[in-house]
């Protein structure tokens, strides 16, 4: 069965996430401002806002230079990534792959439930007509590396987390929820590569099992879609593109924890007794926790176990707090400026975008010629 990026091919529940259409009538986005407002109150509790409000007074903001430019050259790893996984659909250069990532981040930030996801996904059909649902795959194993690696860091620093007290507030959990995330991360990655390894025994199983029980009308389309999602899967069948991505990634949150360490210089850490090696576990548990629902831009999700940890290692809880807000800022700020830049220039406005998702159509592709994903035997 050919896998064609035909207009109706869009996996309608998963691009609800992309909607953003009243979003005050969601509930999902009330369970996530719900959930960031708690969090809030969970790190501000205690606080001394007037020493929070001093320590941001006296940074040394000028380490924020450095801090932005190792995240960027982190930005340019994550497009070569999504480069080397799309190449089995289709080879894109890197610098192109570059505004579609930064489209995709500024997505994640300001709308709800990870919508930017969707986002770059539609950019890329629009401008390479790579399927959706195809690009789609190779953003979710881009997602499983990224777990597995912030897994890698909490647990490489177990000597560090053994160290968090409780009074860091969520430090009695976090070796659980690691052990817990472990578990989940092995079983999606578990699955996908099987998946990857043996295309037609899971489509066979998936015809048997799934397409009998479906809708005349929907099977076809619902069909498509999932030979589709599969040939993104194509990536994983090498042991040697497995290893790439995943070196590939852990580069990617090395250089992260680089901007946390550049941000650092700019307060007084004195007391400090983490190293890089607590910047990392910090990264992994911020990261990890950002997987939560909450409001856009990951409030409460990021600064709250942040300043647990940082508070856990000997910085002065007002310290913790005004690093942790502005790291986050500094995160949050420049990839949704830029992203926000080359989503204009594209010509692409939001309000089109979700009323397209809406409809279930894919836009049509820039190119003259229509991708074909790689054919799959019925």
Do not use: C
């Not at 990536?235 to 040697?240: A, E, G, K, N, V």
């Amino acid at each position: 069965m050919p896998v064609r990026g035909g207009r109706g091919a869009w996996p309608r529940r998963f691009l609800a996430h992309g909607k953003g259409i009243a979003l005050l009538r969601r509930w999902q986005f009330w369970v996530g401002v719900l959930i960031s407002a708690v969090l809030l109150w969970l790190a501000v509790r205690g606080l001394k806002l007037e020493e929070v409000w001093q320590t941001l007074r006296t940074a040394n903001y000028v380490w924020l230079i450095p801090g932005i430019g190792i995240y960027f050259v982190g930005v340019w790893a994550r497009a070569w990534r999504w480069h080397y996984l799309l190449r089995p659909l289709k080879a894109i250069s890197t610098l192109k792959m570059f505004p579609i990532v930064t489209i995709g981040y500024m997505g994640n930030n300001i709308y709800p439930a990870r919508a930017g996801e969707v986002l770059r996904a539609y950019v890329l059909r629009r401008e390479e007509g790579v399927p959706v649902s195809a690009s789609l795959a190779t953003i979710l194993i881009e997602r499983i590396f990224d777990g597995v690696v912030m897994l890698v860091f909490v647990f490489f620093n177990l000597g560090g987390l053994a160290r968090l007290t409780g009074h860091s507030g969520l430090a009695g959990s976090i070796q659980t929820v690691a052990l817990w995330g472990t578990a989940a991360f092995a079983a999606a990655l578990g699955l996908f590569l099987l998946a990857a390894m043996f295309p037609h025994q899971s489509l066979g199983l998936y015809r048997r099992l799934v397409a009998p029980r479906l809708p005349g009308r929907l099977r076809e389309r619902v069909s498509q879609l999932v030979v589709s999602f599969w040939t993104g899967l194509e990536s994983l069948r090498s042991p040697r593109n497995i290893l790439m991505v995943f070196v590939t990634s852990f580069v990617i949150w090395l250089l992260e924890t680089g901007k946390y360490w550049f941000v650092m210089h700019a307060f007084d850490f004195s007391g400090y007794t983490g190293g890089f090696f607590g910047l990392m576990l910090m990264n992994g548990i911020v990261n990890l926790a950002t997987t939560i629902p909450s409001a856009p831009g990951y409030v409460g999700t990021f600064d709250t176990p942040g300043i647990a940890v940082l508070t856990a290692y000997g910085v002065a809880p007002a310290v913790a707090a005004g690093y942790t807000l502005t790291l986050h800022a500094a995160l949050w700020l420049p990839i949704t400026l830029l992203g926000a830049y080359y989503m204009a220039r594209a010509g692409l406005r939001w309000d089109k975008v979700r009323s397209e998702v809406a409809a279930g159509r894919e836009p049509p592709s820039g190119g003259e010629q229509q991708l074909e994903s790689q054919k799959l035997e019925a």
